[in-house]
């Protein structure tokens, strides 16, 4: 099984994409979480990619091209993978179609656009709360943590993302119009796109994306 998420920066790919992996047991490739690693760690990656992330720009497709073809190169991924982030212009999703036939993986079988509209996205990504040790994403009105300063999972300090401030997010949702929104009908005319309504509480969306995806993948 080869997913991909597609919607805007706080659409809720992370969280749907979690989920989706634990149930079907098949790892969640996450480029922003790969990318973040890499800048924690100071590689060569992480020390190039940084600034752009804080001004929430795209990292060169190259770069990209890199992280995924290692990471689907990895046998975790034999049974699939759930992609969250990857592909986000034209350019990447040609390189992904290439890239899944050079690691046996076939091709993608769907692609999930998680429709929210602007304000809410906004109002999410305002109080997004992340993990820097295992990732996990919190909110501190629709999920908090049980202790507001601390991860549930793992105990670490959350923290909020230097491109969670609001002067970012506006950056964001443009690089997101310019770049990745054309994705969407790309992805349609390959008859691949499955559009979700992403507005509502978290359980309600996963009742959507659960539904669609198991009656188009399993059916
Ligand atoms: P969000 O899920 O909130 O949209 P991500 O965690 O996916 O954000 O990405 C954070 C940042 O990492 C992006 O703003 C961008 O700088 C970089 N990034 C992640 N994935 C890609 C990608 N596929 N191509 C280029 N840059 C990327
Ligand atoms: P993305 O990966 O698309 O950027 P996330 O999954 O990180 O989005 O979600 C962005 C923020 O909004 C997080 O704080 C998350 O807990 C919260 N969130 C996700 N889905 C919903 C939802 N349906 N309703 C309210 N908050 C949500
Ligand atoms: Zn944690």
Same mark, same amino acid.
Request: charged share 30%; aromatic share 6%; no cysteine.
């Given at each position: 099984m080869l997913l991909v998420f597609l919607g805007p920066p706080g659409a809720?790919?992370? @969280?749907? !994409? @979690?989920?989706l992996a634990a149930k079907y047991g098949v790892p969640q490739v996450? @480029?922003? +979480?790969m990318l973040r690693e890499a800048v924690a760690a100071g590689t060569d990656v992480g020390l190039r990619a940084k600034s752009i992330m804080d001004a929430g720009r795209l990292v060169d497709d190259e @770069? #990209? !091209?890199d992280l995924v073809r290692a990471r689907l190169g990895q046998p975790d991924t034999a049974g699939g993978a759930i992609l969250d982030g990857y592909p986000r212009n034209t350019a990447q999703a040609k390189t992904l179609d290439m890239l899944l036939s050079d690691t046996s993986h076939g091709a993608v079988d769907r692609v999930v656009?998680?429709?929210?509209? $602007? $304000?809410? #996205?906004? $109002?999410? #990504?305002s109080q997004r709360r992340a993990c820097p040790a295992c990732n996990a994403n919190f909110h501190l009105l629709f999920k908090p943590p049980a202790d507001d300063a601390q991860c549930d999972r793992c105990g670490t300090q959350l923290v909020q993302r230097e491109d969670d401030q609001e002067d970012v997010v506006r950056d964001r949702l443009r690089v997101y119009a310019d770049n990745t929104a054309p994705l969407v009908e790309y992805y349609e005319q390959l008859g691949l796109l499955v559009r979700i309504d992403g507005d509502g509480s978290i359980d +309600?969306?996963?009742?959507r994306v659960d539904g669609a995806i198991s009656r188009t993948v399993c059916a």
């Open positions: 809720g790919k992370g @969280t749907q !994409a @979690t989920r996450s @480029t922003g +979480d @770069t #990209l !091209a656009f998680l429709d929210v509209a $602007e $304000e809410i #996205l906004v $109002e999410r #990504l +309600d969306v996963w009742g």
